[in-house]
């Protein structure tokens, strides 16, 4: 049950999806479930597929076979894009000549859906401070990723995706993601991430997925663990 006292509603559902890209298969007939208020881990090696799986389900990518349901919307369709969903993906992007705070009021102007307060707010949630006037060519990569991550969650979304979310960042800023993310999921946010660190999947992932040569399965619990040490 969420904290609503609904039963959790199943925020994305893959079914049989295969990806093609100059005819080389990129992910084989990927079935996956991702419920409300949970969080999800893939592991793999580089090149498994995981980011493939991720642009997929931001609609980047259309797949060449199959079904891709986000939030209710079959966004396997042409045209097709998830509503209320936050990403970061790969290395986040940003304009360097300008502030944080000046990105992602830019980034925010494309849908009007939050004010200046809403965003100053995620970006002292991810540890940063929204009164920094300097550009983002002077920030580290740590500070890059943070800001990344507060551009993803600042209009709230109801589902999280993750590639390598703690990379970059340093001790203190790994335990602040996980505070972070357990707080959202608190809030009934799904989240998929993508990660190398075992510390991270078993702390935080309420389920685990493997992926490799663009096949995904799921990693049963053994003993109320995860059998990840093999996959890491």
């Known amino acids: 049950m969420t904290a ?8 994305v559902h893959v079914k049989n999806v295969t990806v093609r890209m100059k005819n080389q298969v990129v992910l084989e007939r990927i079935n996956l479930q991702l419920d409300e208020g949970k969080i999800y881990g893939i592991i793999g090696r580089n090149g498994s597929g995981k980011t493939m799986l991720l642009r997929v389900l931001c609609g980047l990518v259309r797949p060449s076979e199959g079904e891709v349901w986000v939030l209710g919307c079959e966004i396997s369709r042409p045209g097709a894009f998830p509503d209320e969903v936050g990403a970061v993906i790969e290395t986040p992007g940003f304009l360097p000549q300008y502030s944080g705070l000046k990105n992602l009021k830019l980034l925010a ?3 009007n859906r939050i004010d200046e307060d809403d965003i100053k707010e995620a970006i002292r949630l991810v540890g940063l401070d929204p009164e920094n006037k300097k550009p983002v060519r002077t920030y580290s ?5 943070r800001l ?14 993750l ?3 703690s990379n970059g960042l340093d ?7 996980h505070i972070l993310l357990r707080n959202l999921r608190s809030k009934g946010v799904t989240i998929l991430l993508t990660s190398h ?36």
């Open 141 to 145: 990569l740590g500070m890059r990723q």
């Open 4 to 11: 609503a006292g609904r039963v959790n509603e199943t925020v």
């Open 148 to 161: 990344g991550l507060a551009q993803a969650i600042m209009e709230k979304p109801r589902l999280l995706l």
């Open 197 to 232: 660190s075992r510390e991270e999947i078993e702390t935080l992932c309420d389920a685990v997925y493997y992926m490799e040569r663009g096949r995904l399965e799921a990693l049963p619990e053994v003993q109320g663990s995860l059998p990840i040490e093999k996959h890491l």
């Open 109 to 111: 102007s494309l849908r």
């Open 171 to 177: 001790q203190e800023g790994v335990r602040d993601l």
């Open 163 to 165: 590639d390598e979310p």
